[in-house]
């Protein structure tokens, strides 16, 4: 980008101005003029916003003529609605194109297909690499998914008794360095329970095995060692005795020798034996019998893991496991039953309360990373998220995610379902409130590939380039005020030069926008269909501590937001301080947003005014909408061995089917063609006279090609086309 350039040619701007190019600002202003109207696609002709004249002046609240007077739910789609247009579209072609929808299911397939061989392509390469060269501890179970940027699998470990444990393994494409570049971002949060865990190296390894099979490889390099210690050694305090390898050789040696007199002596006994005829009083040596051979014996155990070489991959990140998806798959799974007529999708209050949870602790752990807090580095449990008991600017990482979506949230376990890794309840900060999931599973945060810190001083916030590029990072309908607001128009230079109050001002409530809108789509089980804003309105909302008052008694501001059609009364059986705290969080500015004490205010709230019959409704609803699928099937490790060792690219579900076929084509490639088998199908037939007879009992042989026995009948020709001669008609 334009940063980039500047790097590559620093004398095209020396003695210039570091103003940002109008080409880069008009791109940014008329992409985001669009999207904050809920329109799709590019600008209209015409439209040069970066071409008039700039004014210096910064609005300190929101331009008016930027708010509309848009009705409520206007332009959101339903899920439900949205499967209904996707059977419409596909009747629609049926019915009137079936020809272009043959073509464009045979390309979504093939698409598919490709993308498929690519992964099992670098499932291999990756298996190899670290299960036979490495020999890490992790086993191939399956493949998730695998895109242009990388490949995401899922790998087993087990313990020295025999437990599996499941990772998610994510792995960059040779070349690219985004895998190591979130790894290492991703690496602050160890131990917070609301984001991802990845391979802890305090926790997560093990050392090497203490059976006999690894006796050998501890010598060698306990002989290793004590050889780097003689060689450091001094001449005058050196011991006597050899070095260690070459007292390991020696005794190898010797065993040697011993094993050969051993088997001398015992040839020369027998010799004796044989000749003074008292064989029959030692005991019988082996011969083949004609019993079967025994069986071979079982392989041996996979190797106990992960190991130390587990982690020593860059480009490789391990992640834990979590099998219920993502948020995405759970709403679209929510609108699909509403299709089908079989749930009214109305989530009940204490999980949207328990989402909102969530969502609070994640942001709370990205600017306050737990782990600072303790020394005991080497902990399994989990650490509960907390505040600072001044929390302030200086005090925060100031991480902005920048990529937080329905997709980057996943579904984790619910607290009876955990084993290890879970919060302790007699933690002293462990807060029954928000960190208990007894009826709600946990919520993970993912994928810290975007993630910046963007501190007031930082380089993303000083240079203007990068301020102005921060801009377009993040998805389409996923961007947050501080990107896209009107105050960029009449800005010239870099934001905080002239201090706006919303643009490119990031801090944790950048993240909080980016949450609420995932809470908009929980409350409302609706998206905007061209992926962009909806209508920015003016309205009152709750801005004090929660209380019984009536709601006319409530205390209310005056507040420009994003959210104002959550208060519409298709809503009404949310909670109604659950959406005015929603609509705060999407508020135009940052400053008119809640803070950390606020919206767990109202939380707790929340969980003192539940009746026990809500709680038990949560309960039951969530048992039945969050089901805990089945986990992978292991495979044998010896099949994950061989295939790959082989050059096919096949899917490791068919594999022993390719195996079999294999065996058969060399069956047939050996097995000589006489008695009643027919030839091979593609053979010449033999020349008359060049072959000898055949004994009387062999049926004559027919002239032409013989169509392979398959079980299937060949196709007939169609049409009046006579038969080649020489080519019978099967």
């Known amino acids: 980008m334009e940063a980039f350039l500047r790097r590559q040619n620093p004398r095209q701007f020396q003695g210039q101005r570091k103003l940002v190019p109008d080409q880069l600002r008009k791109t940014t202003n008329d992409l985001f003029h669009h999207y904050r109207r809920g329109q799709a696609g590019g600008p209209p002709p015409g439209i040069t916003l970066a071409d008039q004249r700039y004014n210096l002046k910064v609005f300190p609240r929101v331009v008016q003529d930027e708010t509309f007077p848009a009705k409520p739910n206007e332009g959101l789609l339903s899920y439900k609605d949205w499967y209904q247009v996707q059977d419409d579209i596909d ?84 070349g690219n360095r985004d895998v190591a570049a979130e790894k290492k971002m991703t690496s602050h949060f160890l131990r917070a329970p609301h984001i991802i865990q990845i391979l802890n190296p305090d926790v997560d390894l093990v050392e090497d095995d203490e059976d006999e099979t690894n006796d050998e490889t501890k010598d060698e390099k306990k002989d290793e060692k004590e050889d780097e210690t003689m060689e450091d050694a001094d001449d005058d305090t050196s011991p006597s ?82 099998p219920r998806g993502s948020l995405l798959d759970w709403f679209r799974k929510l609108g699909k039953m509403q299709y089908e007529g079989k749930t009214d999708l109305k989530i009940p209050n204490r999980v949207l309360w328990d989402m909102m949870a969530c969502f609070l602790k994640m942001c709370i752990a990205i600017e306050y990373h737990p782990v600072i807090l303790v020394e005991d580095k080497s902990d399994s449990y989990f650490i509960p998220e907390r505040l600072p008991r001044k929390p302030t600017a200086e005090l925060g990482s100031n991480i902005v995610h920048f990529d937080i979506d329905a997709n980057n949230v996943l579904i984790g376990d619910f607290d009876w379902e955990k084993t290890d890794g879970k919060v302790d309840p007699n933690h002293p900060l462990y807060d029954r409130t928000t960190d208990a999931h007894d009826k709600t599973p946990i919520f993970k945060l993912i994928d810290f590939g975007l993630a910046e810190p963007m501190a007031p001083k930082s380089k993303n916030r000083a240079d203007p380039m990068r301020n102005w590029g921060m801009r377009r990072v993040g998805k389409q309908g996923s961007f947050m005020p501080e990107q896209f607001t009107r105050e960029w128009n009449y800005i010239v230079d870099a934001a905080d030069a002239q201090q706006p109050s919303t643009a490119g001002q990031y801090s ?25 804003i909806h209508a920015l309105r003016q309205g009152k909302l709750y801005n004090g501590a929660p209380s019984n008052l009536p709601d006319w008694m409530q205390p209310k501001g005056d507040y420009a937001t994003y959210g104002m059609h959550l208060l519409d009364s298709k809503y009404d059986h949310v909670s109604i301080r659950l959406r005015h705290l929603v609509a705060r969080c999407l508020c135009e ?142």
Request: proline content about 14%; charged content about 25%.
């Open 91 to 174: 009747a629609h072609f049926i019915k009137n194109r079936p020809e272009e929808h043959k073509k464009r299911k045979e390309k979504k397939e093939a698409v598919a297909q490709q993308k498929a061989l690519q992964g099992w392509r670098e499932a291999k390469s990756l298996t190899g690499f670290m299960y036979l060269r490495k020999g890490t501890g992790l086993h191939f179970v399956k493949v998730l998914g695998a895109g242009g940027m990388g490949l995401l699998s899922v790998y087993v470990s087990y313990d020295r008794n025999g437990t599996k444990r499941f990772w998610t393994v994510k792995r960059d494409k040779p």
């Open 589 to 730: 500015r940052p400053a008119d947003r809640p803070d950390f004490e606020e919206i767990k205010e109202e939380i707790v709230w929340a969980y003192n005014h539940d009746t026990p019959e809500e709680k038990e409704k949560a309960r039951q609803w969530c048992r039945e909408h969050f089901e805990r699928p089945p986990m992978p099937t292991v495979p044998e490790w010896t099949r994950v061995e061989a295939w790959t060792k082989q050059n096919a690219i096949v899917p490791f579900d068919e594999y022993e089917r390719h195996l079999e076929s294999l065996k058969k084509q060399q069956n047939q490639q050996t097995q000589p063609n006489t008695g009643n088998t027919p030839p091979k199908p593609g053979n010449t037939p033999s020349k008359p006279g060049n072959t000898p007879p055949k004994p009387s009992n062999t049926p004559p042989k027919k002239t032409g090609k013989t169509p392979p026995k398959t079980g299937k009948t060949a196709p007939k020709k169609l049409g009046n086309t006579p038969p080649k001669p020489g080519n019978p008609q099967p």
């Open 508 to 532: 944790w409530k950048s993240n909080l926008w980016q949450f609420a809108l995932l809470m908009h789509i929980a409350i409302t089980l609706s998206f905007h269909p061209h992926y962009a």
């Open 241 to 322: 005795k050899r070095p260690a390898k070459q007292r390991k050789l020696e005794h190898n040696q010797a065993q040697v020798r011993k094993a050969s007199r051993d088997h001398r002596n015992t040839q020369f006994l027998a010799s004796i034996a044989r000749k003074a005829g008292t064989v029959h009083l030692y005991p019988p040596t082996q011969q083949p019998s004609s019993q079967p051979a025994p069986p071979p014996p079982p392989p041996p155990p996979p190797k106990v893991g992960p190991t130390k070489l587990a982690d020593d991959f860059p480009d490789t990140m391990i992640m834990e496991y979590l």
